[in-house]
């Protein structure tokens, strides 16, 4: 059983910055890639960025630049730097994690959702 548990959203105006957070607990043996999704009103699901094991990263273009996803291994958490948001920067965010579970399998796990909302 893992929990990955979100904070940081909330609302904020064109132009602002906001930090995503999330929390990962329970039993495990080892957090492997994370990553960030968002969902908006009317739309699909898709990926913001990732980040590995050794902290290599990937963004989806429409956040270069703007967005920046680190890692505290020792925490067990990933966060999610947002500045200069946009109001399409609207949208639930979730974290993703891939574990390694005490028997020593892979299995990917979803947070609850935390709602971002950027106004013009």
């Known amino acids: 059983q893992v929990q990955l548990v979100e904070s940081g959203g909330g609302l904020v105006q064109a132009g602002g910055s906001l930090r995503l957070s999330c929390a990962a607990s329970?039993?495990?043996?080892?957090?492997?890639?994370m990553g960030w999704y968002r969902q908006a009103p009317g739309e699909q699901r898709e990926l913001v960025a990732t980040?590995?094991?050794?902290?290599?990263?990937m963004y989806t273009t429409s956040v270069k630049g703007r967005f920046t996803i680190s890692r505290d291994n020792a925490k067990n958490t990933v966060s999610l730097q947002m500045n200069s948001l946009k109001p399409e920067d609207t949208a639930v965010y979730y974290c993703?994690?891939?574990?390694?579970?005490?028997?020593?399998?892979?299995?990917?796990?979803w947070g609850q959702g935390t709602q971002v909302t950027v106004s013009s």
């Open positions: 980040i590995t094991s050794s902290r290599s990263t």
């Open positions: 329970g039993s495990f043996f080892r957090i492997n890639a």
């Open positions: 993703n994690a891939v574990v390694t579970s005490t028997q020593l399998r892979d299995n990917g796990y």
